[in-house]
């Protein structure tokens, strides 16, 4: 066996958990190495939506400009259509992805960034590239085997596949970030709940100029109800826009008891034709594979210096675009942590708030995907066509909403309604931004319970309470305008105060950490025009807010402190994980 090759953070998986994990540590100066078994990075367009606070992360990141220069923008995402075929009836839409006018709004309030569709081959050379070129050491056609730990640190046996020979990789901490059948999580024996392998799929890559049946009606998402659409998958067919308006992804169900059929060229352009509803226009199929839908979620994401993140923890289908974000995200929460504890400004006990933070994240996300399937069942339910039919039958039902009279009136209030209740899928705000950390980095202010006047899942509601991601407002410095999230982040802490805190900014560079200040107020380093920085932080001028390196609030305090540097001090030993 050859020398052993020692790193900081030895990382399993280029996807998006592993490469944006090894873009914050490569970020933060954290020396790390990516080892992926594979020959490239993904070659298939598989996840895609990329929701805010994502694109927050990017942004803080530096590749957010890099994202939308390939993404399909937002306002091209949001006519998600229910039609017969794409050239046959539409049934109805919803304005989706936050096309809906008051949507629209709430997400321009809600962050300074929009939400895009990238598809995971485009995505993972941009957080890949940016890695390498901060010093991510990448690691082609190289297999994970097996890893030991000690007190000290993880040896990790990899295999060359180019050379055939194995040698061991020396980390400190090890991150598994390999996918959904992670071999990683499994060595590491993390406890699972749920089950894989629920329902079957397949998903078909092909070419076609669908200009004329998708330009007048952009989207990314068409859902086609046609019969066997009900058979397995993920509720219903669907066509997913690739690239406007010539790259295309069908989604198509099959009986998983049955196993997958064979997937041949005649096989999948039957497919294709099918959903289309054309069978003269051109189509080129460039792949195809069968997948299935899980329910699976880890309960806790780590035993001692392994950890695992995005698909090993998380498991379940498309619905919701809800992936590739949670794994991003879950990297990025793995980050800071691991850099801190590794320079010595943290205890190693903050790493354990990594799965009290995230494993809540993950099953929720699990449960609204797969829910969401279950929600597209009433659509058919509104034409008759859940119980087994010819498919002449079906399409009785569906041109019975067009008559006279009061039965196709009611089929016609059901099928709107049916339609209209997967904003739950395509317009979830509060899934995509409501998350509340309660863990040890997160020190709890005394106030009441949070509470939710509106739906928690189609609703983002910003607040500055601890365990709550810092409130977007846009504030000024000089001539520049810049967001609240711009002023946070970067690797370090941040405390935020105003006019009457520099009992706060004291306490602040007193600290061992490093700890960014910003005073936001009249004649300050920042102010507030319009006033939404006074209302969103909710607490006094003179009060103080302690955010982390990923943007949450770590420590809120309502008002000056007469003494600033204990209170602070303590709050500090409490999330570093140095408290008694």
């Known amino acids: 066996m050859s020398t052993v090759v020692e790193t900081d953070v030895l990382i399993v998986g280029s996807g998006p958990a592993g490469a944006s994990a090894a873009l914050a540590l490569s970020t933060y100066g954290v020396p ?14 598989r ?4 929701n805010q606070r994502t694109m927050e992360v990017l942004r803080d990141l530096g590749v957010e400009q890099d994202v939308i220069a390939r993404a399909t923008p937002q306002h091209l995402m949001g006519n998600t259509t229910f039609c017969t075929s794409l050239a046959g009836e539409e049934l109805g839409r919803v304005r989706s992805w936050g096309n809906d006018p008051l949507v ?11 939400m895009c569709d990238l598809p995971q081959h485009l995505m993972e050379p941009v957080l890949v590239d940016a890695a390498v070129a901060r010093g991510t050491s990448l690691r082609f056609e190289t297999e994970y085997l097996s890893h030991t730990q000690d007190a000290d640190g993880v040896t990790a046996t990899v295999r060359d596949r180019l050379r055939g020979d194995t040698y061991e990789i020396r980390a400190k901490y090890l991150i598994g970030a390999d996918g959904g059948r992670s071999k990683v999580a499994e060595d590491a024996g993390l406890p699972m709940g749920g089950q894989m392998g629920v329902a079957g799929s397949i998903n078909i890559v092909f070419e076609a100029d669908l200009t004329r049946y998708v330009a007048h009606r952009p989207a990314t998402l068409y859902w086609v109800l046609a019969p066997g659409a009900t058979v397995g998958g993920i509720g219903a067919g669907l066509v997913r826009c690739v690239r406007p308006w010539n790259e295309w992804l069908i989604v198509w169900g099959y009986d998983v008891t049955a196993g997958a059929p064979d997937l041949t060229t005649e096989y999948a352009e039957s497919v294709v034709r099918q959903l289309l509803g054309d069978d003269e226009i051109p189509v080129t199929i460039k792949s195809s594979s069968a997948w299935t839908v899980n329910e699976m979620y880890a309960e806790s994401y780590s035993n001692g210096r392994v950890f695992c993140a995005g698909d090993a923890t998380h498991r379940h289908p498309p619905s919701n675009g809800l992936g590739s974000n949670t794994s991003i995200q879950d990297a990025y929460n793995l980050a800071w942590k691991l850099k801190l504890v590794l320079d010595g400004s943290a205890s190693p006990k903050l790493l354990d708030t990594y799965t009290a933070e995230r494993a809540p994240v993950g099953k929720q996300v699990v449960t609204r995907a797969n829910r969401s399937i279950g929600e597209t069942a009433p659509v058919f339910e509104a034409l008759d066509g859940l119980s087994p039919q010819t498919p002449e039958q079906l399409w009785a039902n569906i041109a019975a909403r067009k008559e006279v009279g009061e039965a196709a009136e009611k089929q016609r209030a059901k099928l709107r309604e049916a339609i209209a209740f997967k904003v ?9 931004l409501n998350q509340r950390y309660t863990s040890d980095a997160i020190v709890p202010d005394g106030t009441a319970p949070e509470t939710f006047p509106r739906d928690p899942e189609l609703h983002h509601q910003p607040t500055s309470r601890p365990g709550a991601r810092i409130p977007h407002a846009w504030i000024t410095s000089g001539t520049r305008t810049l967001s609240t999230l711009d002023t946070v982040g970067q690797g370090r802490f941040t405390l935020l105060t105003g006019i009457g805190g520099e009992g706060w900014l004291r306490a602040a560079e007193a600290q061992d ?3 960014a200040t910003v005073v936001i107020g009249p004649g300050q380093q920042y102010e507030d025009p319009y006033g939404d920085w006074a209302r969103l932080s909710e607490v006094s001028d003179a009060g103080a807010l302690l955010v982390r390196p990923d943007g949450f609030v770590a420590f809120r305090h309502a008002t000056a402190a007469l003494d600033a540097l204990g209170v602070l001090s303590d709050a500090l030993r409490r999330i570093l994980g140095h408290a008694r």
């Open 32 to 45: 790390n190495i990516v080892v992926t078994r594979y020959a490239s990075l993904a070659d298939t367009p």
């Open 47 to 50: 996840a895609h939506i990329t």
């Open 104 to 114: 629209q709004a709430a997400h321009e309030l809600a962050s300074p960034t929009r």
């Open 424 to 432: 739950y899928e395509f317009n979830a705000h509060g899934v995509d």
């Open 513 to 515: 950490v490093d700890i």
